[in-house]
């Protein structure tokens, strides 16, 4: 199970399919260990995966590992869902993109892609089975 161990629960009620979202390290009865615990592991492994994805694009290791919490910050929100970009994410995928690095360009467009959150929701949502329209 990885960050933040979601469960999702279903509920038909005539045409309409109900899906409800519930975050098991959001349960302040599971203790903060499960959360520490998911958090700190899903946090090392996309680390690895983003320096040496960087690397391989042709980033120094210590670049690979300045840019790090960036796409952490990235791929978290994504796998939370129902992402929302701010000013201080719209600032860092503006430097990469006016970055000269290519490498930099492409780390901006998967970051830029993360932080999309297209329709429909991810966590809790209701779809009218009849008609595919959702809210």
């Given at each position: 199970?990885?960050?933040?161990?979601?469960?999702r629960?279903?509920?038909?009620?005539?045409?309409?399919?109900?899906?409800?979202?519930?975050?098991?390290?959001?349960?302040?009865?599971?203790?903060?260990?499960?959360?520490?615990?998911?958090?700190?592991?899903?946090?090392?492994?996309?680390?690895?995966?983003?320096?040496?994805?960087m690397?391989?694009?042709?980033?120094?290791?210590?670049?690979?590992?300045?840019?790090?919490?960036?796409?952490i910050?990235?791929?978290?929100?994504h796998?939370?869902?129902?992402?929302?970009?701010g000013?201080?994410?719209?600032?860092?995928l503006?430097?990469?993109?006016g970055?000269?690095?290519?490498?930099?360009?492409?780390?901006?467009?998967?970051?830029?892609?993360?932080?999309?959150?297209?329709?429909?929701?991810?966590?809790?949502?209701?779809?009218?089975?009849?008609?595919?329209?959702?809210?």
């Amino acid at each position: 199970m990885t960050f933040p161990c979601p469960i999702r629960f279903v509920d038909l009620e005539g045409s309409r399919l109900k899906i409800r979202t519930v975050n098991l390290a959001d349960i302040p009865e599971r203790g903060d260990s499960l959360r520490e615990e998911s958090l700190r592991a899903f946090e090392q492994g996309i680390r690895t995966r983003a320096i040496s994805m960087m690397t391989a694009r042709g980033l120094t290791p210590e670049e690979a590992l300045a840019w790090s919490p960036h796409v952490i910050e990235a791929y978290l929100a994504h796998t939370v869902g129902d992402e929302k970009s701010g000013p201080k994410q719209k600032a860092v995928l503006e430097r990469l993109a006016g970055h000269g690095l290519p490498a930099l360009g492409a780390i901006g467009r998967y970051l830029e892609a993360l932080w999309t959150n297209a329709p429909p929701p991810d966590n809790n949502l209701t779809i009218d089975l009849e008609d595919g329209s959702f809210a």
